[in-house]
Each structure stands twice: as structure tokens, then as C-alpha cells.
């Protein structure tokens, strides 16, 4: 037993040293999230769970391994059959993520810490944000991204309560640096190309 868990924890931390960052491009999100509340905090904000869709986000890298985020979540949808809104959710995210290498090829993993601004039924509130996610490149351009994170909330602010939040989207790479490529303006194989 002890082998084989010394030989999966070398087998990830080869891949890893050895593997590709995956997220060194822009990318742009779309996709739907869940927003979890403890029982006693449901209580005040007047739902438990609350489903936001649609939501945006993009990707901008700024180094080798770092990158700035920021998205945009809306629960513009009252009832998705097994969740039924009665609060209003909406949210302004931004934040730093810290890009690990490739692990089996194609799921590139990260970390990232941020803030947030999510209105709800009272008023605006700013939450500190810390979490964790990754893209599965099913493409060269094209992935599925689940992420979660975890939204502090202060206790001098007495318009929102701390909250986990999920949330799935489908990213595009987009391919920044071929747009110009050769001083041709109208290229076909750079851009927006998924």
C-alpha cells in the first residue's frame, strides 16, 4: 500500500516537473455556478443554495505561472427544477491564480486568491476569496473548467454571510499573438479561433 502511494506521489510530481503550463494564453469562460450557504446563514440570506447563470469570465496570463482573472455571476434563472431561487446573487470576481504544469497531459490545476463584490438582496458587499480549479483541454482551444471557492465574508459587513461557491464553465483559448501574424490583418488561423 505504502509502494504504491509513494509511486503515484512520484508518477504526479514527475508529470509536473516534466508536464507543460497549459494556461499561458487568454482565455474567455461561460458556464453556471452554485453558491452554498451554512443553515444558520441561509436563514438571513433566504435560500441555502443559490444557482447563478450564466456566468463570464477571462483569463489573462501575466507570466509563466501567474495569471488575473475576473468574472461576472448572475442568477437570472428563479427556479431550475431542483433549486428554487428566492434571493438575488450577483457577483464581480477577480483574482490571481498560480498555473501548476500539466498533469496527465491535459488538466492544467491551479490556486488563486482574489476579492469579490456580491450584491444580494440588501446591499453590495466586498468578500475575500480564496480557491481552487483547472481546465481539462478536451481541444487545443477549447476546455471544461470546474472551480471552487471559498467567499469570506466579514463580520462588519452585515449584508452577506461567508459561502462556498462552484461553479463549471466551457473556456476558449484565445489565440492573441498569431493575430497579427506576418502584418497580415485579416489572418484566418489567429484571433478569436476556437
Known amino acids: 500500500m505504502r509502494k504504491s502511494f509513494f509511486v ?38 433566504g435560500d441555502a443554495t443559490i444557482f447563478q447563470v450564466p456566468r463570464f469570465n477571462i483569463t489573462m496570463p501575466v507570466g509563466d505561472r501567474f495569471s488575473i482573472d475576473g468574472a461576472v455571476s448572475f442568477n437570472t434563472i428563479e427556479d431550475v ?10 457577483s464581480i470576481d477577480g483574482s490571481v491564480r498560480y498555473n501548476f504544469d500539466a498533469v496527465l497531459e491535459r488538466f492544467a490545476p491551479y490556486i488563486f486568491a482574489g476579492g469579490s ?3 444580494s438582496e440588501r446591499k453590495m458587499t466586498p468578500t475575500l476569496n480564496f480557491g481552487a480549479g483547472g481546465i481539462y ?8 473548467n470546474p472551480q471552487i471557492y471559498y467567499k469570506h465574508s466579514f463580520e ?18 484565445l489565440d492573441w499573438f498569431n493575430l497579427f501574424k506576418s502584418g497580415n490583418h485579416a489572418t484566418t488561423s489567429g484571433g478569436l479561433c476556437f
Do not use: P
Request: aromatic residues 12%.
Open 8 to 45: 503515484a506521489v512520484l508518477l504526479l510530481i514527475t508529470s509536473s516537473i516534466l508536464g507543460q503550463n497549459l494556461n499561458d494564453s487568454w482565455q474567455i469562460g461561460f458556464g453556471a455556478g452554485i453558491t452554498r450557504f451554512s443553515a444558520d446563514d441561509a436563514t438571513f440570506i
Open 117 to 119: 463584490v456580491v450584491d
Open 156 to 173: 462588519g459587513y452585515e449584508s452577506m454571510r461567508s459561502h462556498v461557491q462552484g461553479t463549471l464553465s466551457i473556456i476558449f483559448r
Open 137 to 144: 483541454w478536451i481541444s487545443n482551444r477549447v476546455g471544461i
Open 81 to 90: 427544477g431542483f433549486i428554487k431561487n428566492s434571493a438575488s446573487y450577483f
